[in-house]
């Protein structure tokens, strides 16, 4: 007797089912006030298992006053994709455009702080919550000069880029962090400036997991698009394809189907995001750039990518991030006691501070930090701070305070000067 025996994989029947089933993820952009759109939100749910803010978590969104947050649309997508299994990448920390009115007046010093203030409180904001963060967007110039574009963020120091995702990574150590650009689709002037960037910083240590490639393409694609991507994941980086949109014509759906079989065929390439849904949410206007018409209807460019998907081979070498465990609150007794990390670059710091109660709780609390010599505090979040040079000593705000037992409170600040050696210690009230 023979027995009859299934080989072969599966083929997905959706987009995200069926790059799950190569070790990789298929998301797209969200508007996130089209959440409330059915039409919309069915294809998301059913097709997409990732999801990336289109506008919401840009600097000019999520921070509009200097040291005022708004996270709520951000925190509405990442709610929504965790109740769906949708991976989220955060776009994007620092980026030449769409910041708020506030920082573009800004320069020097004055911006860099700001600047990495804001990586520091967006990422820790979403820690453990983000699978890749476009840190930088953009940050190239177009032409042939492979060199930086000029920018108020450019002008602070060449630096500003490296002391951007050494932030993020303080910030959240789990999210894989990402450079992101476009016109980065092949090997030409723009990209080998990059790659050189991504090789320099891999070889100082400067934190850098990823590597984006925009890719909003033309009517034709690049020869040497998979070589490019190739070249990057061999300096020891993923790279992902991160706002993928292709202008109509007879060979969208080739494109389309080539940047999917270009990513699979890359080991580290790990996900594809298309920016948008339906051709009608596309900032590409009359391009009809995507997957799905107006009506929500399947076009030949989604059939050539989902085709792709199933006939691809091979895994990511590098597994989807987990979620880091949770750091172990240091003992406690009575009061509470408090730990401080660092991020510092050349002339500045960032501290975060966790707040631990003990065994009673808290009402309030304070935390004394003696600064080094020459060290002081410029900038607070999430406590008051009285003094800024020498013991300088920091309260609970109101929504903070009150704690029980074994419960953390997280605030910080950032300084000018070096913070190395700082020890703070805690009282409970
Ligand atoms: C675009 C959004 O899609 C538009 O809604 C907005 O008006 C401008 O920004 N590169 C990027 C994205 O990194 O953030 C841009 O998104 C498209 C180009």
């Given at each position: 007797m023979t027995m009859a025996m299934t080989t072969g994989a599966s083929a997905g029947t959706t987009l995200g089912a069926s790059a799950a089933e190569k070790g990789r993820y298929f998301g797209a952009a969200v508007a996130v006030n089209k959440l409330s759109t059915s039409a919309y939100t069915t294809i998301l749910n059913r097709e997409f298992n990732s999801v990336v803010a289109e506008n919401e978590m840009k600097w000019a969104s999520n921070e509009p006053q200097q040291g005022v947050f708004n996270h709520s649309s951000g925190d509405r997508l990442v709610s929504h994709a965790q109740a769906n299994g949708m991976s989220v990448r955060g776009h994007t920390l620092l980026w030449h455009a769409q910041q708020p009115g506030w920082a573009q007046g800004m320069s020097g010093s004055a911006l860099r702080n700001a600047a990495i203030n804001h990586v520091t409180q967006v990422a820790t904001h979403y820690r453990g919550k983000i699978y890749a963060w476009d840190v930088v967007n953009e940050a190239f110039a177009d032409g042939g000069s492979g060199g930086r574009r000029d920018s108020n963020l450019q002008r602070t120091g060449n630096d500003w880029i490296e002391a951007a995702f050494r932030a993020a990574r303080a910030a959240d150590p789990g999210a894989k962090l990402c450079y992101n650009d476009y016109n980065t689709d092949g090997i030409n002037a723009k990209s080998t400036g990059i790659y050189n960037m991504v090789r320099d910083f891999k070889s100082r240590g400067v934190p850098i997991d990823c590597v984006g490639f925009q890719?909003?393409?033309?009517t034709s694609l690049a020869s040497d698009y998979q070589a490019n991507l190739q070249r990057f994941a061999d300096l020891g980086v993923d790279v992902q394809i991160t706002e993928l949109d292709v202008m109509t014509g007879g060979n969208q759906a080739n494109i389309y189907g080539a940047v999917t079989r270009a990513c699979l065929a890359v080991s580290r390439c790990t996900g594809i995001t298309t920016w948008g849904v339906r051709d009608c949410d596309s900032w590409r206007g009359s391009d009809n750039a995507l997957l799905f018409d107006c009506n929500g209807n399947k076009k030949a460019a989604y059939t050539a990518v989902l085709n792709a998907l199933n006939a691809g081979t091979g895994t990511p070498t590098t597994p989807p991030p987990t979620t880091p465990p949770p750091t172990t609150p240091p003992p406690t007794t009575g009061g509470c006691s408090a730990s401080v990390s660092l991020n510092s670059w050349n002339g500045g710091f960032v501290a975060s501070v966790k707040v631990t109660a003990g065994?009673?709780?808290?009402n309030g609390w304070n935390v004394s930090v003696t600064l080094p010599s020459g060290a002081s505090v410029t900038n607070t979040w999430s406590a008051t701070a009285s003094g800024s040079t020498g013991t300088v000593r920091f309260a609970n705000v109101d929504y903070n305070g009150r704690l029980t037992a074994g419960q953390v409170a997280e605030f910080g600040f950032q300084g000018t000067g070096s913070g190395t050696g700082m020890t703070p210690t805690c009282t409970a009230s």
């Open positions: 890719s909003h393409l033309g065994s009673a709780g808290t």
